[in-house]
């Protein structure tokens, strides 16, 4: 009989992050194969039997070529698991693979499922977003959408049109502060752990492998970015060291029900308490994760002061602000992207949701001070996701100042 069960995200791993086009580390590389090593890395570190996986699902936005085929299933195969598991593609954009947890999880969670894989894998370089794409002319002739909608850097310029108090001097300072965060986490050896390193052939045909994330700034000044072009309006506010830079690679977590947990011997990083996802404006898609949050917290029965610790996607620095803004949070607060963000690391879109995740759980580890988390994230096309967690190694006591 399936029985209602918890749902414990027991590891993540990633790619390094590739800068997007023909001077990226995964130019020579495809997006499936990316998912591939992903998932072996996934396996390697996690003593689960593969045939008893449930189910493997994978995210992408732009679901053709290389990153087409039902995805879950193809990487599956390609990785060495057993055919005797499923798999299957998702899209949710820029929630793909936070749509992969929240899929698999809610299966788990209802007892049909004991173990899952769900990630996502976004190659940039060889899918721009929205280039496969046919959008319904209705969308426009019927004024459904706007057609700025589907420009995700004109959407961040009118976040700053309907909030005026939230100035770009705020956005360049979180943009700066994200790459020296991102820096200061490498050098302590923070992120470097939950990294597969991916082998890579480059324009003559020599290997290397890609080990670091590779977009990263950390020299970025204030001067630097106020003398950057605004590409999305003239005289606007959002630039290149405001927005996430276009970028390849490829997430994946390994999701247990409590049975799985007691039966494998498994430690789980965290524990899945409540999500939700939203739909907001197309035309201002980034305020999306303020009613994603508010409905994950009714969910769980919690408010905004119960969540210790924050990681939210920066797709622009904007949006984030805007989250912190809606919620009374400081731009600098110490809970919020400690080990930094997209600005400095990438988004590869369908990929981001479990990097979030990755980097949530490995704070809890050292914080056992805090008992939830956030990972949030806004969603082209209007749409907010969220999720809350819970930290298996709470104790209750205060962090000492």
Known sequence: MAEISDVFFVDGVRTPFGRAGEKGMYWNTRADDLAVKATIGLMERNSVPADRIDDVAIAATSQTGDQGLTLGRSVAILAGLPQTVPGLAIERMCAGAMTS??????????????????????????????SNADPNPRFVAEKMVDPGALNMGVTAERIFDRFPHLTKERSDRFGMLSQHKVQAAYDAGKIQPDLVPVAVK???????????????RPQTTMEDLAGLKTPFRPHGRVTAG???????????????????????GLTPKMRMVSFAFAGVQPEIMGIGPIPSTEKALRKAGLTIDDIGLF???????????????????ADDDPRVNQWGGAIALGHPLAATGVRLMIQLAAQFAERPDVRYGLTAMCVG????????????????????K
Do not use: C
Not at 242 to 264: H, I, N, Q, R, Y
């Open 101 to 130: 947890v929240t899929t698999m999880g809610a299966s788990i969670g209802v007892g049909m499922y004991d173990l899952a894989i769900a990630g996502g894998v976004e190659h940039m370089g060889h899918h721009p977003i929205g």
């Open 202 to 216: 480059d324009a003559d045909g020599a290997w290397g492998l890609a080990t670091e994330d590779e977009g990263r």
């Open 242 to 264: 405001t927005s996430s830079p276009l970028t390849d690679g490829a997430t994946m977590s390994l999701l247990a029900g409590g049975g799985a947990v007691k039966e494998f």
């Open 311 to 329: 990681e939210l996607n920066e797709a622009f620095a904007i949006q984030v602000i805007s989250l912190l803004d809606h919620f009374g949070i």
């Open 381 to 400: 096309l209007g749409q907010g996701g969220s999720v809350i967690w819970e930290n298996p190694f709470y104790d209750g006591k205060k962090k000492r």
